[in-house]
């Protein structure tokens, strides 16, 4: 398996990554199927693909064949075999639940042909932990993104023991393709890099936010202002959503056992009242 066998890309989940996704790997010139369970969140893929990508040509990023030849290339669907069942490489993006992932995984085994690469955009989860659930594991890794992965340039792609050198040289090949910057990390560990450095600020913002030191939008300014950072850790958790953080802070916690991972009160209030970020248009901010 080479990059240029990569035709087709089937993207699981049309969330807050999968939607993004989609229109990256369209725009680099693969046709992609984006499937999810909810056709809502498919409506709500196409609508951000058919605004985003005229927005482009007016601003002069995007010429209008491009827009038109990306779009073209796009398909939403909620028929996971029609999406999955000619993909060379399928991108999972679904929620982040083991038991879901390791599902979806074994179903993947099944439809997809046998060549395709299976990798899994899990903020947290190693690619080990579903690679067992098919009988390719060498085919599956980790290939992250970051929020909104129009924009993040970089990629982390996990080439775990069970994942082939082949698997991960065109994960990473496929990665430049879509014009970003791959880091390949060839231990699994969990949250991978990037995680685990954000996960240390929010865990340390969210204790000041509970000890009543400072107020998120206190804490974001000292952030932003004192460090260069683009946003401050609550307007971020608010992007990459609450329910994220929640769902990887317990998971920490749940593997661990350690005190020092228990979910915060102020994340387990925000997660407990569904105001999840920008996609709930509350979170730790109000939004239009
Ligand atoms: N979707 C697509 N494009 C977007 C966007 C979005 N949601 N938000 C902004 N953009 C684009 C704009 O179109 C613009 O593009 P252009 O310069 O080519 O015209 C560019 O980004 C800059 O946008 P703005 O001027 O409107 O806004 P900012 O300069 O404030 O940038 C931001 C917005 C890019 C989101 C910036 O605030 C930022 O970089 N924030 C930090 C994001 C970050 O840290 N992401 C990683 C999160 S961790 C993660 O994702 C882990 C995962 O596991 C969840």
């Known amino acids: 398996m080479k990059l240029e066998d990569i035709k087709k890309i089937c993207v699981i989940g049309a969330g807050n990554m999968g939607h993004q996704i989609s229109v990256c790997c369209a725009l680099a010139g693969y046709k992609v199927s984006c499937t999810d369970l909810s056709q809502d969140m498919l409506d709500k ?3 951000f693909a058919k605004t985003y990508l005229p927005e482009r040509v007016t601003k002069g990023k995007l010429s209008q064949v491009q827009a038109d030849e990306a779009l073209g290339k796009l398909s939403f669907t909620q028929n996971f075999e029609e999406a999955a069942g000619n993909a060379d490489y399928v991108i999972e993006a679904a929620v982040e639940k083991i038991d879901i992932k390791r599902k979806l995984f074994a179903d993947l085994d099944r439809i997809t042909p046998p060549h395709a690469i299976l990798a899994t955009n899990s903020s947290f989860i190693v690619s080990s932990q579903v690679a067992d659930a098919t009988k390719r594991p060498g085919k599956v890794c980790n290939m992250h993104f970051f929020n909104p992965a129009l924009v993040m340039k970089l990629v ?9 050198a082949e698997t991960a040289q065109v994960t990473m090949d ?8 791959g880091i390949l990390l060839k231990k699994e560990i969990y949250g ?6 954000l996960n ?3 865990t340390e913002a969210l204790y000041l936010a509970d000890m009543g030191i400072a107020a998120p939008e206190e804490i974001d300014l000292a952030v932003t202002n004192a460090l260069g950072h683009p946003m401050g850790p609550f307007r971020l958790m608010d992007l990459t959503g609450i329910d994220l ?3 990887s802070t317990m998971e920490r916690y749940q593997n661990t056992g350690d005190i020092a991972n228990k979910p915060s009160p102020l994340l387990v209030e925000k997660f407990t009242k569904g105001e999840y970020g920008i996609k709930a248009k509350k979170g730790f901010y109000t939004y239009d």
């Open 45 to 47: 893929a196409e609508t």
């Open 156 to 164: 982390e792609v996990v080439q775990g023991a069970h994942t082939s």
């Open 174 to 181: 496929l990665t430049a393709k879509l014009g970003k910057t």
């Open 192 to 197: 991978f890099l990037v995680n685990r450095i």
């Open 200 to 202: 240390a600020i929010n």
């Open 245 to 247: 953080a929640y769902y």
